[in-house]
């Protein structure tokens, strides 16, 4: 994974968490804990932006009340979303009948 070469350790921990915690979401909210759900993850670097794309199936994510609240913590959790939007340059779900894209870009 030449993507990752010459990457800082902040920028590796950066993109490790948000894609964690992405991925946690995912798992959480969109297949609700079921069994045998796969994600897939597409990595790109291009200059100074690193895009990370995950794809699911799980059914299309309701963006209006998903990212556009706010979250306080709890012990359930309710930070990932902040901790996402803090890391990232950008953020974006698309959803669609297939499922949803995932976009977290990082800028280096």
């Known amino acids: 994974?030449?993507?990752f070469l010459d990457l800082n350790e902040e920028a590796l921990f950066n993109i490790a968490l948000a894609t964690g915690e992405a991925?946690?979401?995912i798992v959480r909210y969109g297949y609700a804990f079921q069994e045998h759900k796969e994600v897939k993850l597409e990595i790109e670097r291009a200059d100074k932006l690193f895009t990370v794309n995950i794809?699911?199936?799980?059914p299309p994510?309701?963006?209006?009340?998903f990212?556009?609240?706010?979250y306080a913590p709890s012990d359930h959790g309710g930070?990932?979303?902040t901790i996402i939007?803090?890391?990232t340059h950008t953020f974006d779900i698309k959803p669609s009948n297939q499922g949803n894209c995932t976009t977290l870009v990082?800028?280096?």
């Open 79 to 81: 930070m990932g979303l």
């Open 67 to 70: 990212m556009h609240q706010t």
């Open 55 to 58: 794809i699911d199936d799980a």
């Open 61 to 65: 994510c309701p963006i209006d009340r």
């Open 23 to 25: 991925l946690q979401n």
């Open 106 to 108: 990082f800028l280096l």
């Open 85 to 87: 939007k803090k890391l």
């Open 1 to 3: 994974m030449s993507e």
